[in-house]
């Protein structure tokens, strides 16, 4: 078969030339005969946001297409010159680098490989530790024991991709922000949990929580886009006490799960037995709930999803 080279380009966002901070977003790739240009990006909105938060106003798609059309349009030998130029604060270096390739599988191979190496970011391998709230409630070891007795709890972040549940999921780099739990289909769905059992009045620490739950269900937007899901987990005593908490976190989930209704149990393990391919369905959770349950009735006039 025959061998092709292919030149490439690093795309890098510099907003400010006398600061020199910089951050690589993605490659565009100069295919052989000069008559096509790909862009393939990876965005890291916290990166962005950190350098500078006005980059967050970039439409990074409508920004692809332009740029193709116009790289498409100017002669070869000038669209590095006109990278560098043209798109401020998207640039890229003077020099190009090259791959071979035989077919199109490996052409996209060799991306994806530049892509990992060059613009994603490392994989975290250090946790900083919250001493603030509490990393773990009991309502989440409760379910983690669930998760572990149906043998689909993950050990590590790379379960995801084997149909398993992952504690502790990383939303937000910027922030340390943590989901409690996360799972895979295709794509993320990242789940929160509040346990309100035994509460007989909202504290300060206890609205300071259920914000906590809120905030980071809502930077769960960016790794939840293209059909994942948020869901938050609650279990209470009485609803009635706690539902400006229970509020706070509706407010940035697309579905909340009371675990005293049945109803959204068998819809939280449909869900779950869908996203993780499981050839049986799970079996209920055993949890220590309140004698004190939530109709279902009353539970939905709260919950608006």
Not at 170 to 197: C, I, Q, W
Not at 234 to 251: G, N, Q, T
């Amino acid at each position: 078969m025959k061998t092709t080279d292919y030149y490439f380009s690093v795309l890098r966002v510099v907003p400010n030339v006398m600061r020199g901070e910089r951050v690589n977003v993605g490659l565009v790739v100069f295919h052989p005969g000069g008559h096509d240009v790909t862009i393939h990006l990876h965005i890291i909105k916290d990166r962005l946001r950190a350098l500078d938060p006005n980059l967050s106003a970039i439409k990074w798609d409508a920004w692809a297409m332009q740029a193709k059309e116009s790289l498409t349009a100017i002669p070869v030998e000038n669209r590095v010159h006109f990278l560098q130029t043209a798109f401020s604060p998207i640039t890229t270096d003077t020099q190009t680098g090259w791959f071979k390739a035989t077919s199109e599988e490996e052409v996209q191979d060799n991306i994806d490989g530049l892509l990992k190496r060059l613009v994603v970011s490392p994989q975290r391998v250090i946790r900083i530790e919250n001493k603030g709230l509490p990393r773990t409630t009991k309502l989440q070891a409760e379910l983690k024991n669930w998760f572990k007795a149906q043998k689909i709890m993950g050990k590590n972040m790379d379960d995801l991709s084997r149909s398993q549940i992952v504690s502790e999921y990383p939303v937000s780099l910027e922030t340390d922000s943590y989901a409690d739990f996360a799972f895979k289909n295709g794509a993320l769905h990242v789940m929160e949990t509040m346990d309100l059992r035994g509460v007989n009045y909202l504290s300060a620490r206890l609205r300071n929580q259920a914000a906590f739950k809120s905030i980071v269900l809502d930077q769960a937007r960016e790794v939840t886009q293209g059909g994942g899901q948020r869901i938050a987990v609650v279990s209470a005593s009485d609803y009635s006490l706690v539902k400006p908490a229970i509020k706070m976190i509706e407010r940035n989930a697309d579905d909340v799960i009371s675990m005293e209704s049945q109803e959204d149990i068998d819809r939280l393990i449909r869900r779950l037995t869908e996203a993780l391919h499981l050839t049986t369905q799970l079996s209920n959770p055993t949890l220590n709930l309140s004698h004190n349950k939530i109709t279902d009735v009353a539970f939905n006039k709260m919950n608006p999803f």
